[in-house]
């Protein structure tokens, strides 16, 4: 069996914690409860873990460096004047910023009340920001040439106390710090690397659950935005300053921050764990992973990649329908490349611009791969590595390139790399830092503050010098500094015309000059200017858009031979206003040459959708046109997937939409895909009632379709039909709705040959609704695998979105011995009772087994009637309570949202899962209140719950909602249905007991309830 974890400082090989007594005594004082303290006593470290060997001095460990013929390695720094070095930044002198994670991994001053199967942690309280609340060891040093030597002399620290801080960079005034849930700014007006001032929190909400995996790797953009990137093991919900909406994300992204407009945003998603980040000279996005196989993920802007859907959560976009891969590679395959730089410095040999220089601290290596185009992405090719040592203590977990053109690296120095352990043995007495140069090579460090510097000065080290560290910052320091002066515009488009200048084009972006000159930049030979511009363009929702710059991009999308070009303009598109990208997208849609690409059909697809609601008659009128269903990429990229897109989305408008794109269908290949998308997006779920005009198109289609008799032929038993249905539930290249409806069907053919593939369906990416029909099929085999798959498969491929996770508990409640392996995982809290919705707690009770029944009581006590004396003093308290006062009705609608919408409707919200409430006599107390506080004592006739006990045990719970004379068919609370051979069912028995649960008001103060109360009696 294969195990990967993701890391900054992660795994690879399994294996067992030694025991460390001392660790363990202090390690325990972090936590909250008996539970947790368990866990740290007692959880099997895995991984990489402590050796119990002496680390080797500094110069000693220098000498046993492999180095690259041509290169030299020397120290720049090490214990005890650093520990656990874990990010490099420079500033606008030179001077090199050091953070220092000596905290991690547990935060100071908090309490960790709850671990997950993944060691992900729920701790007691949010840490204050500094310098409040309990300090931690954390800390920034700065190092600095005093003498002109090209050798950092002096070092000191400048921020100490920090509590989990990951990295640090210096500009636009201050001192800006990712210490999560914090990105601090620490005020620095004359740049003398001594805050001003406390720092101020910028933004809040990053998550802290695993701190292996928190906000990181901060980095200017040429374009001015701030970026940095989530872990692949935590959360954020993170308020936009600039327009107060909630950003809300789990694992792995890319965010940025423009400290001008205040404007947050995810720049893009998925990849590994990403713990580096790189952006190059045209200012394309970069990072590491801790994925094999590879040396990292491109990033266009607004796009998706992969990621491990079950443990890190999903995309923010439930509609992306399909995401990035990593980079392709040829060459070393081991484990990861989880820091990655490009390097642009200009001391190294000139073929060296451009090559990636990645860091693997599992295998103590530093690699070199050329980067390579391919299509509108990369891919990598190995060359020998740049260092290398058998020293397991040698963990480089930082590569960057200096502003002397050296390659610096972070050396945390340890041998244990593993995070999969609660116990913190890691050796935080030392750490080193190298830099990599051409022997015989005596690099200068600069001599210029460019924070001091001239518009001429600037300008000069932008354009001549050799460094991209430099130019980058000469060309931030431009704008910050407010050089602007004369025909600034005009000398800088001289610059972008003449030299193809990419930082002459940023300072266009900056200076806010790009709408007016766009023509020029556009006319550029060079694609990597054209890209830019666009991106650039793009970059500020608050610039107008013009019509003759539409025009312009419009024409380059239908004419350019770019693809990188093509690939710029349609991640731009998804950041347009509606109006002003259905042009655009018309244009990239009539090509011809464009769907083969790796890239560029999904990006226009995210296009397409970012538009499908907010630019719903654009988009409706290009997909009427004849000419866009001549376009391969629409009909085979974007047909279905719009579709499916609007009604998935659900509500009369988007229906109505679906019913248009069926209208516009040219012909019966181009219905069939429409169709898909329509039963992709209702596959594996109940569909609601739909409106007339899709209806009719529905109706239609079916009356003129045929079926292709595999599934017939297994229902008459042909086993032949049997096996190639196998092959074609297995294959990813077959009809998406046919692998549904056939896996659907192995659930009643009753022949265990069928579970292997079902099985195997688990482990897929992104197939939510094939793998909740998996999950359906596979409840019908009492295969003992089936538990240990699903159960092993629970935090990894089988997402908590779409009702995947909850299918499997209720698959895993409905027998004895699968609901107690389920309870298992419960009581470690690999799952959560939490998660753990009502009606699979009551099909667990419907066992009547006393090992159940205890686990019910202890980790949902709610659910437990309570005694009918002790129902009636409850009601008679909260009637008194909501007699006694008004309340307020748009408060209490929260309540109604959060407490019942999820079964329940009210004046048109909620769902119909339950009754309507709307016509109820709403303004009676003696009606509500009963109903609520013992929701049994009343069941309304169509909303039973049926109990079908089947002849192999195996229970069943649902709305009974069709029967025949062969089937009965149950309907659970996420709108699935079961079909239930008759010839099957032991017994079919209407429950006593109410699906709603009977402690729902729980929790709730008496202002509250008048709330609720209040807008309940509306």
Not at 948 to 975: F, W
Request: aromatic share 8%.
């Amino acid at each position: 069996m294969k195990v990967s974890f993701p890391s900054l400082l992660v795994v690879c090989a399994i294996g067992f914690s030694p025991w460390v007594p001392s660790a363990l005594s202090q390690d325990t004082d972090v936590a909250g409860n008996d539970q947790v303290a368990d866990i740290i006593k007692n959880y099997g470290g895995r991984g990489t873990l402590s050796d119990g060997s002496d680390p080797t001095p500094p110069e000693e460990a220098l000498k046993g460096f492999r180095v690259r013929e041509g290169f030299e390695i020397e120290l720049v720094a090490s214990e005890p004047v650093i520990g656990q070095p874990l990010h490099i930044s420079w500033d606008a002198k030179g001077r090199m910023w050091v953070t220092q994670y000596l905290q991690y991994q547990f935060p100071a001053g908090l309490k960790i009340v709850e671990y997950d199967d993944h060691l992900r942690a729920q701790f007691d309280k949010m840490p204050e920001p500094p310098p409040h609340g309990t300090k931690g060891a954390d800390k920034i040093t700065v190092f600095e040439d005093t003498t002109g030597d090209g050798v950092y002399d002096s070092h000191r620290d400048v921020i100490t106390g920090l509590n989990i801080a990951t990295s640090v960079v210096t500009g636009a005034g201050g001192i800006w710090v990712t210490n999560p849930p914090y990105l601090l700014f620490y005020p620095d007006a004359d740049g003398d690397a001594n805050p001003d001032s406390d720092p101020e929190v910028v933004l809040s909400g990053f998550g802290m659950e695993d701190t292996h995996s928190v906000m990181n790797s901060l980095k200017w953009g040429p374009d001015g935005w701030l970026y940095g990137v989530n872990g692949s093991t935590t959360t954020g919900s993170v308020t936009d300053p600039a327009t107060g909406n909630t950003v809300e994300w789990q694992g792995q992204m890319v965010w940025r921050y423009h400290p001008t407009t205040t404007k947050f945003e995810i720049y893009a998603e998925g990849g590994g764990n990403t713990f580096s980040l790189e952006i190059d000279s045209a200012g394309r996005v970069f990072s590491g992973t801790n994925n094999g196989n590879t040396r990292g993920m491109y990033y266009p802007h607004g796009s998706y990649g992969r990621k491990s859907w079950g443990k890190h959560g999903p995309l923010t976009n439930p509609y992306a329908f399909g995401f990035f891969e990593h980079m392709k590679h040829e060459g070393d395959d081991r484990r990861f490349a989880q820091t990655f730089c490009i390097y642009e410095g200009g001391l190294f040999p000139e073929e060296w611009n451009g090559k990636i220089i990645a860091g693997n601290s599992l295998h103590n290596v530093v690699w070199v791969s050329e980067l390579l185009p391919d299509g509108t992405t990369f891919r990598t090719v190995d060359e020998e590595p740049l260092v290398e040592s058998d020293d397991r203590w040698f963990r480089p977990v930082f590569t960057g390139v200096g502003p002397d053109g050296c390659v610096y690296i972070a050396d945390w120095y340890d041998t244990r790399l593993s995070h999969v352990r609660p116990v913190d043995d890691w050796h935080k007495d030392s750490g080193r830092i190298y830099r990599v140069k051409p022997k015989g090579t005596s690099p200068k460090l600069p001599e210029k503050d460019l924070s001091k510097e001239s518009a001429t000065d600037l300008i000069e080290t932008f354009t001549d010098h050799p460094n991209w560290v430099r130019r980058k910052r000469a060309v931030l320091e431009y704008a910050w500094q407010d050089r602007y002066d004369g025909d600034w515009a005009g000398g800088m488009l001289g610059l972008v015309e003449e030299q193809q200048s990419h930082e002459a084009l940023f300072v266009l972006g900056l200076g806010e000059a790009l709408p007016g000159t766009l023509s020029s930049v556009l006319s550029s030979t060079d694609p990597t200017i054209q890209a830019a511009g666009i991106r650039l363009l793009g970059n500020r929702s608050d610039q107008p858009w013009s019509d003759d710059n539409v025009a312009m991009i419009a024409n380059l999308a239908a004419e350019d031979p770019s693809a990188a070009v093509i690939a710029e303009i349609a991640s731009t598109a998804k950041q347009m206003p509606p109006e002003k990208a259905v042009p655009i997208l018309t244009a990239l849609l009539t090509r011809g040459d464009l769907a083969e690409d790796p890239h560029i059909p999904l990006l226009i697809w995210w296009a397409v959708e970012a538009h499908a609601e907010e630019g719903r008659e654009g988009i409706l009128v290009l997909a009427a046109d004849s000419e866009t269903w001549k376009s391969q990429l629409f009909r085979e990229v974007i047909a279905e997937r719009l579709s499916r897109r609007y009604c998935m989305a659900g509500g009369e408008d988007n229906y109505l939409s679906a019913a248009r794109l069926l209208q516009t269908a040219p012909d019966p290949d181009a219905q069939k895909r429409l169709m898909t998308g329509l039963q992709l997006a209702f596959q594996g779920a109940t569909i609601p009632d739909l409106p007339a005009a899709l209806t009719k198109e529905m109706d239609a289609y079916a009356a003129n379709s045929e079926g292709s008799g595999l599934s017939l032929a297994i229902q008459r038993g042909d086993k032949e039909a049997l096996k190639n249905a196998l092959s074609v539930v297995a294959s990813s290249a077959s009809d998406p709705v046919e692998r549904l409806e056939l896996a659907r069907l192995f659930g009643e053919v009753n022949d265990p040959v069928v579970v292997p593939t079902l099985l195997k369906l688990l482990a897929l990416d992104q197939e939510s609704a094939l793998k909740r029909v998996a999950l359906q099929s596979l409840a019908n085999y009492d295969d003992p695998g089936i538990p240990t798959t699903i159960l092993a498969r629970h935090g990894r491929t089988l997402p908590a979105e779409h009702d995947v996770r909850s299918t499997a508990h209720r698959v895993l409640a409905g027998r004895v011995e699968w609901a107690k392996q389920f309870l298992a995982k419960v009581d470690l809290a690999h799952i959560k009772a939490r998660n753990v919705s009502t009606d699979v707690v009551q099909l667990l009770a419907q066992h009547k087994d006393p090992e159940i029944d205890s686990a019910v009581h202890k980790h949902w006590p709610g659910s437990v009637a309570a005694s009918s004396e002790e129902n009636q003093k409850e009601i008679a308290r909260i009637k008194a309570i909501v007699s006694t006062g008004e309340g307020d009705a748009e408060a209490g609608k929260v309540h109604f949202a959060t407490r019942c919408a999820s079964c329940h409707q009210l004046f048109g919200e909620g769902m119909n899962i339950g009754p309507d409430l709307t016509p109820y006599e709403r303004g009676n107390l003696d009606f509500w209140i009963p109903g609520i506080v013992d929701p049994s004592l009343e069941l309304r006739e169509g909303f039973l719950q049926y109990v079908a006990t089947m002849k192999d045990e195996r229970i069943v719970i649902g709305m009974l909602k069709e029967q025949s004379p062969q089937t009965v068919t149950l309907q659970d609370l996420a709108g699935q249905r079961s079909i239930l051979n008759r010839s099957e069912v032991k017994s079919l028995e209407a429950s006593p007991v109410s699906l709603m649960p009977p402690a729902l008001l729980t929790g709730l103060s008496d202002e509250e309830l008048r709330d609720l109360f209040a807008y309940l009696r509306k």
